[in-house]
């Protein structure tokens, strides 16, 4: 169980330099105060256009600091950017940006090198990770020159690679074919992981879902 | 254990090579289900690995794996509440051996599969209690360490829970045999 | 309290050998009629004998790869450390490899060759010329200390590529500090720079007259770490591509007023005495821009990661 406490997040605005505006806030809150709970299986996080899903999933993975607010794991509470937690996750971003000259072997042992996996396991998981989201074909191709779904699924193989404890993915089916989302949906879900995935609408998928939330006016609502 | 928990590669390997079958044989006891005990064996040696740190040396290490197995089923049958899954089918699995034994195969699959649904059917507790005394052997003791309780609990869910299986597989042999042949009498 | 019984002789004792009850167990003494006696240690042999299908080889070995990717993710495969109290070199350099290992992968092709390339260019000067293509009256020497902040440059905004990009965020979310991400990094492209160019500075040491390898490697090094530090403290506010053009034309103006900036005069009297006591200009320079790093650590970390500071969504 993952437990999200009064965590809250504003940034920089330009300040407004039109008369009476003097006093207009110099920071957008984005997130207010969230709090949740994500227990093991599936929570879609879904919300309007800019409602800050993304900064939520970005504070969690510890990419961006929180300006407040706590998170618990297992009843202890942690800092995201703890070395054990970071050892349990799996990330997927929003934009998918590759090193285009990499072949999706090489982009694959480069993130389990990141993730500090064995040499020969990693090489053996992302053969056999690949072989699932149906990538086997173009291991060896250059990211860049291959298709848009293909890269996504390379950045979801890698979230996959170290069997992560904790999912949190950015937008994971949008772009994806019918087939491709399938094998990803059942990829997702195993006994004990906590997912927690952003959509504008619920995936065809079968997915054990656990909850779903909505982001509105930066606080969370369950549906 | 501790070449394990001082992150022994090799250590963790022979560790699952010793208990993966035991696992296994629980989870499928407990869910009936080939799919879902391998989902759960695979989620418990994880567990294991990761917990290692959490290991403390003078105890044994089969009852604290069966402790974790125990957690994870537990966890298991919350989320499954929660989610109103349905249970899956029973099972079964796999095509029969087409060798001259068949009809034995079948009447073993048939009673595998009346006592895979009757222990489902039991309390989760009592099912554990009863699948961990008689199918892995383990002592009254160590179940109650396992399962977090006293050792009379422990011996009241084992013989209450025999008392209970009993009763639900003769009641459907008695309906699996009255379906068979409705005219014979039974004492 | 118990009814005595009238089951079979030896059932009871089997029955609680079975329960792992003790024969005199309170449980055993009520209500058992024979009959109940034997249904129940029928049931508990049924039980006992109950063994579903064991798992195939290939789900051991589908648990054993997971394990094995559990145990790496968490324990890593750090290197070993040779044992000893003390720390020595060789303590070091483990420590060292086992840092930089994972970045290894970034660096594809293009920069191997690109900086080979790039420093083997003044290898023409080796054999006496004076002149680069026209441009320069260099001695090989000078064409190091040129050359050593354009491939350091180079190489640092080759790393840092995925800056700005979901690329980026991606590696952000692996178990390493930003630092150990920047640091990681950096040393591949100083240690392969300063590998190309000690190797040259040994020729051409060994070929000049009047040039010392130490003297040369200073006056290499200085405005080489120097650049390469500028480089990545503008890449918190530029894109790396960009922070390099800057740091260049920084470095391509330093050149051209080199006769006017006693600071510059290693690039005409590299490797020599005399020249050697203005290279040290530059160790204050790469403390100050340190020191600027570790206070804009944040801003560059964000920006590693992709996010701008008002970055929202």
Known sequence: ?223 | MLRAQAGDRQAIASLIERHHRDMFLYFSRLAGNRGLAEELTQECFLRLVRGVARYSPPRPVRPWLYAVAANLWRDHLRRAARRREVAAAAAGTGPLDPSPSVEDQVTRRLLADRLSAAVRALPPETAQALVLRFCHNLRVREIAEILGTREGTVKSRLFYGLRRLRVMLESEEVAAHGQATPASPRG | MARRRRHPPGDEERLAAMLGFSPADEYLGLDLSPGETGGLLATAETLAAWTPEPPAPEQQKRLLAAAMAAAGALAAPRLTRPRGDLWTVADGLWAVLDAVRPHVHVFRAPFWLATLVAVAAGLPLLAGSRSLGGWLDLDFAGFLVLMAPVVAVGGTAYAFRSCGSGMAELEMTAPLTPWQLIAGRLAWVLAYDSLLLGLCSVAAAATGPGLALGYLVAAWLGPMLALALADLLLTSILQPWAAAGACLGLWAGAVACADRLPWMAPLAAAGTAGAFGSAWVFAPVCAALLAALALSGQRLAARLAGLAPQAGG
């Open chain 1, 1 to 223: 169980m993952l437990e999200l406490e009064g965590i809250s997040k504003s940034f920089p605005i330009r300040a407004d330099r039109t008369v009476g505006a003097a006093h207009a806030p110099r920071r957008r809150p984005v997130l207010l105060d969230v709090r949740g709970n994500l227990p093991p299986g599936v929570t879609i996080l879904t919300g309007a256009s800019g409602a800050g899903k993304t900064t939520l999933l970005r504070v969690l993975a510890g990419i961006i600091r929180p300006d407040g607010g706590s998170l618990r794991y297992e009843g202890t509470e942690f800092q995201p950017r703890a070395r054990w937690f970071r050892s349990c996750l799996g990330y997927l971003p929003q934009r998918v940006a590759v090193y285009p000259e990499m072949s999706v072997r090489v982009f694959l042992a480069h993130m389990a090198a990141l993730k500090a996996m064995p040499v020969g396991l990693a090489g053996r998981l992302a053969q056999d990770v690949a072989g699932r989201l149906g990538l086997a074909a173009c291991l060896d191709r250059p990211l860049g020159r291959i298709s848009h779904g293909q890269a996504k699924l390379a950045c979801l193989a890698q979230a996959l690679l170290n069997d992560p404890d904790v999912l949190f993915l950015d937008e994971p089916f949008e772009g994806l074919d019918h087939s491709a989302g399938r094998s990803v949906a059942a990829l997702l879900a195993r006994p004990g992981r906590i997912v927690l995935l952003t959509a504008h609408a619920q995936p065809r998928w079968p997915l054990p879902l656990a909850q779903l939330w909505l982001l509105r006016g930066g606080v969370l609502e369950r549906g």
